[in-house]
Structures are given as structure tokens and as C-alpha cells.
């Protein structure tokens, strides 16, 4: 599929914390993670870049798979060893910006759908429409244990729990209609109860009664974003989703998930356009190729094998300490995280890295395509995004805020000299920036997997 019109979209990949261990290594990296005027001036960056949204990702434990210990996290500062809770943080960026979409991570395993249909409808109100939910089902152990429960539930019944969430919450947003706040001082009505109905919802997982005690969202169900990888996670994210995040070594797996991705939108009644898929990237970008190339080396020499080890035991959800650090990772028949797995053998392979290499750049966060030049970074984003591969671009920083400012000063302006971004933003609302429609009262029905 070749696009010949359209801008691509772009969301930030923003952690709460130091994310990867060269993400405050580096020289240029500031640590400002525990001061809101930290995530304000990130937000203010963004939106002079025109970025669709700033995207909070979410771990809800210290991550302990790599030979069972929190140690290479926390000695190291790795991705999961300081981790602030995403959403009051959007509040803050909220307060300082006026079009950048905000959206967290919350998970559906271990909360509420009151709670979290609650919270959001508030981000929603108070930021003028601009809220978005990263939905996911967590895989760690470590999390399951923060919620009195000895070891996670197995990936079908946690989707199969998700999909009941999300019925939850979207009752819960559509139980105001849109005009039910009446504020009629005059005749002292406040709110018309004709157009609050309460939900009685009755489920396997929930038992919810509703009404919310917020009124419906400006955006009528914040934007809803998912990057399940296995078949389960994929047909949620095909049902759910209005942005799906995924991360792939190579320009073909993208593609192939691209479309795999919208013909099962299109198969549950929904337009391709419906859902937008943004590839994470994490741009090392230099004035030349080799000066990019030697940032790239330079990040991953910063980092502690184990702390990249650390990090990637946790993302792929295997004990890495029991392979050897100077062999190539072996490849597995079952890996418990589908995809991410096969793409960090496919990027040791193609590079040669032994673990112990592998580890280092990971902890740089360096194992990404998009190495070199503005212009040559700009040139691989044309390729993906009018060759079917992303409808845009999920952009991580090797260090915060100098990373983004970089990509803002040097990237963004190359793609709108080629027409690929936009130079001002088309509406008010996150789904008016993304191209997406309001869902209508009801729309959960369709969404709902048929055989629960
Ligand atoms: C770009 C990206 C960001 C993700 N962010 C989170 C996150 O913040 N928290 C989390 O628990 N999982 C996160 N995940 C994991 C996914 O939600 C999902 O569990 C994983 O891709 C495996 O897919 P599966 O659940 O369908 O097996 C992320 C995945 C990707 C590709």
C-alpha cells in the first residue's frame, strides 16, 4: 500500500523516571523526574513540535527478572527502578500547554473501571479533550505480587478481562449524555436526570452500578491506545484501539503488522483509517552519519551490561542470566513476550552482538533503525509512513528533554519542508488532531469480542 497525501502523526514516548540507564548517564541528560516544571517543559517542547501527543508509558512494580533480584535496576538506575505514577503528571503538563494530547498507562489487571473511567473523564474536562488511555494487561510477576496476587493470570483471561473493562468504562462515560449538565440558575436545575442513567452493569470480573459522577467527556471516551504483540493482544487492540503503539527491528515486520492490524479492524466493522499504528523510533540523530554512529557508540559504552540485561529480562519476560554473556541470545520456540522476543534475536543477529553487547546497548537504548542525519532520519520516516508501515511514529528519547528538543529542532522542520507534518494543528481536541471521530453512545456494542 503507497500513500500519496496525509501527515504523519507523532506521539512521545515519555518516561517518568530515568528510562533506559543512559537516559540519566548521558552528559546531557537533566534529572529533573521528581519536579512537575521538569515533564512542563517536555510538554512545552512537544507541542511547539507539533506532536500529537506526549505518551506516558507505566510499570507498576520494580522489575526483578533478571536472576531474581531488583539489583541491576536499581544500582543502575535502569528503566524500571524509579517510576512516578503518569496521570497527575498530565494535570501538569495540562496547566501549560493547549493542543498536546496526554495520555498514561494504566493497567487493566489491577484496577478499577470505576476509578480509571473516572480519572480519565476528569484529564479529559480539565485539558479541553485531550486525554488518552494506554491500555495494558501488565505481564510481570513482580506487578501481580504488588496486587495480592502470587503470579499473573495467563494472557487470554487477562485480555478476556480487559474487554470487560473497557465495556465498563465506556457505560460508565456514555451513562451522562452530552447535554445532561444543564446549569439553568433560573429554574435552580442543575443537571437534567433524564440523561443520567445509571449502569448496572453484572459481569464475570465486575459488578459496576454507575452512574459516573463526571459528565461525559469532551472527546465522549478519551482516545484509546494498545500495543498487544500476540494474537489475543492484537484482535483487543483491532476492537479497542483508536492508536496502536508496536516496536519492530525491521521495515518488513512493521509492514506486516501494519496491515495485519487493520484487516482485523476491518473484519470487526471498523474503517482502516479507524486506527491509527505509530512504530516506536528512537532517532540518534548527528550533523553527519558518523557523528550519529559515535553517539550511538558512546551511549552504549555509558551503560552497565546488566542494566540493559536487567531491562530486557523484564521486557521480554525471560531470566537473561541464565544464557552466557559472550554467546549470541538463543532463539526459542515459545518466548512469553511474542514479537519483542524475535525482534531483539533479529537485531543480535544482524549485528552481531554477543549478550553482554547487547545488554549495553539496549541500556542505550541505541538498538533502533534510525541512526544519522536529519535529512537521513527523515528519509527512513518518508519511507515507513507513505509505504505502509505506520501511520506515524512513536518517538523515544535517548535522554530527556535534550533528545526531544533535538528531534524538535532538527527532524520536525525537515519533515515539513516535504509536507509530512503539520505546521499548526488542525483542531482542539487529540481526536481531531489524529483524524478520529467521537464514538457514539453505545459504540462499546460493536466493540465487544463476540465470544467472551
Ligand atoms: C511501544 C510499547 C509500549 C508499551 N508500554 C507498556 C507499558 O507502559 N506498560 C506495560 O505494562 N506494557 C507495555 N507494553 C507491553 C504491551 O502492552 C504488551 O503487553 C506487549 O507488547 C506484549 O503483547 P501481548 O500482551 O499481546 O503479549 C508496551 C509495548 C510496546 C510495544
Redesign the pocket.
Known amino acids: 500500500m503507497t500513500r500519496t497525501h496525509g501527515k504523519l502523526h507523532l506521539s512521545a ?1 515519555v518516561t517518568a523516571g530515568p528510562g533506559r540507564a543512559s537516559g540519566w548517564l548521558d552528559p546531557r541528560a537533566e534529572h529533573g523526574w521528581l519536579s512537575a516544571a521538569y515533564y512542563q517543559k517536555i510538554g512545552r517542547i512537544l507541542e511547539s513540535g507539533r506532536f500529537d501527543l506526549a ?6 512494580a520494580v522489575p526483578n527478572r533478571y536472576n531474581g533480584s531488583i539489583e541491576g535496576q536499581v544500582r543502575y538506575g535502569a528503566l524500571g527502578s524509579l517510576r512516578l505514577d503518569p496521570t497527575p503528571i498530565l494535570s501538569n503538563i495540562a496547566a501549560v500547554t493547549e493542543r498536546l494530547g496526554l495520555a498514561a ?1 494504566v ?1 487493566t489487571s489491577y484496577q478499577q473501571p470505576f476509578h480509571v473511567a473516572r480519572t480519565f473523564a476528569t484529564l479529559d474536562h480539565i485539558s479541553g479533550g485531550r486525554s488518552a488511555w ?7 510477576d513482580a ?1 501481580a505480587k504488588n496486587f495480592g496476587h502470587a503470579e499473573h493470570i495467563g ?1 487470554d483471561e ?2 478476556a478481562k480487559a474487554d470487560e473493562f473497557l465495556e465498563v468504562s465506556a457505560k460508565l462515560w456514555d451513562s451522562w449524555a452530552a447535554d445532561a449538565l444543564v446549569l439553568d440558575r433560573q429554574n435552580a436545575r442543575f443537571a437534567n436526570p433524564d440523561k443520567i442513567e445509571a449502569i448496572h452493569h453484572q459481569g464475570r470480573w465486575f459488578n459496576v452500578q454507575g452512574p459516573l459522577n463526571v459528565p461525559r467527556p469532551p472527546q465522549g471516551w478519551p482516545v484509546l491506545i ?9 484482535d ?2 483491532s476492537r479497542w484501539a483508536d492508536v496502536v ?3 519492530h527491528a525491521s521495515f518488513e515486520s512493521a509492514k506486516e503488522f501494519y496491515s495485519d492490524v487493520k484487516a482485523r479492524a476491518v473484519r470487526h466493522g471498523r474503517r482502516a483509517e479507524d486506527i491509527k499504528i505509530l ?2 523510533i528512537t532517532p540518534v540523530i548527528g550533523r553527519t552519519t558518523e557523528e550519529a554512529q559515535k553517539r550511538k557508540a558512546r551511549l552504549a559504552e555509558l551503560v552497565p551490561d546488566v542494566a540493559g540485561l536487567s531491562t530486557l529480562a523484564y ?1 521480554m519476560d525471560i531470566d537473561l542470566s541464565q544464557f552466557p554473556l559472550d554467546e549470541y541470545l538463543p532463539a526459542l520456540k515459545n518466548p ?5 522476543y524475535d525482534e531483539v534475536v533479529e537485531i543480535t543477529r544482524r549485528e552481531g552482538l554477543t549478550l553482554r553487547q547487547l545488554g549495553k546497548q539496549y541500556g542505550g537504548r541505541t538498538e533502533g533503525n534510525f541512526i544519522g542525519t536529519p535529512s537521513e532520519i527523515a528519509n527512513g520516516l518518508e519511507q515507513w509512513f507513505t509505504e505502509g508501515a505506520g501511520d506515524g511514529f ?1 518517538v ?1 528519547a535517548t535522554d530527556q528533554p535534550g533528545a526531544f528538543q533535538e528531534f524538535v529542532d532538527t527532524v520536525v522542520p525537515e519533515l515539513q519542508r516535504r509536507g509530512l507534518l503539520r505546521t499548526e494543528y488542525e483542531g482542539n481536541t487529540l481526536r481531531e488532531n489524529l483524524g478520529l471521530a467521537t464514538p457514539a453512545p453505545g459504540a462499546w456494542r460493536e466493540r465487544i469480542a463476540r465470544n467472551r
Open positions: 514516548f505518551f506516558f508509558p507505566d510499570i507498576l498507562t493497567s494506554n491500555i495494558v494487561t501488565s505481564f510481570q506487578e494472557r487477562r485480555y494498545q500495543a498487544g504483540a500476540s494474537d489475543a493482544g492484537r483487543f487492540a503503539f508496536c516496536s512504530p516506536d521486557h512469553s513476550i511474542v514479537g519483542h512513536t523515544t
